[in-house]
């Protein structure tokens, strides 16, 4: 279990940055290069890079070299352990809310029935 929220602390906070949040969600539509990727960013290439060697080291994305090309890919079951986290907790807020629905039902029909 620690390791498993390690790699959870890891991927929330890779993903914490804006930035980064921004190249998931180019590279959730396909693969692309690092010139493509830091296009719309107003910052230095190497600052850039830093944000993809973070996503790379969370494990959300792989890069491989093509001739003088670096091309990045999303890594499709990175979020996996995040997305199951989130669902898990999920259930339990959902039946914490449930549970405060049904109170105030029942104390509202206590005060109508006064």
Same mark, same amino acid.
């Given at each position: 279990? &620690? @390791?498993?929220?390690?790699?959870?602390? %890891?991927?929330?906070?890779?993903?914490?940055?804006?930035?980064?949040?921004? *190249? %998931?969600?180019?590279?959730?539509?396909? &693969?692309?290069?690092?010139?493509?990727?830091?296009? &719309?960013?107003?910052?230095?290439? &190497?600052?850039?890079?830093? #944000?993809?060697g973070v996503l790379e080291n969370a494990g959300l994305i792989v890069s491989k070299k093509a001739g003088r090309t670096r091309?990045?890919?999303? @890594?499709?079951?990175?979020?996996? +352990?995040?997305?199951?986290?989130?669902?898990? #907790?999920?259930?339990?807020?959902? @039946?914490?809310?449930?549970?405060? *629905?049904?109170?105030?039902?029942?104390?509202?029909?206590?005060?109508? @029935? +006064?």
């Amino acid at each position: 279990m &620690p @390791n498993e929220n390690q790699s959870i602390d %890891v991927t929330f906070s890779a993903l914490s940055d804006p930035t980064r949040r921004a *190249v %998931v969600q180019t590279l959730s539509r396909g &693969p692309a290069t690092v010139s493509e990727l830091a296009g &719309p960013f107003a910052m230095a290439l &190497p600052s850039f890079t830093q #944000h993809l060697g973070v996503l790379e080291n969370a494990g959300l994305i792989v890069s491989k070299k093509a001739g003088r090309t670096r091309i990045c890919s999303l @890594n499709p079951t990175a979020l996996q +352990d995040a997305e199951d986290w989130l669902a898990s #907790h999920r259930r339990e807020w959902e @039946n914490r809310s449930d549970r405060l *629905v049904a109170y105030l039902a029942k104390t509202r029909k206590g005060k109508s @029935n +006064d």
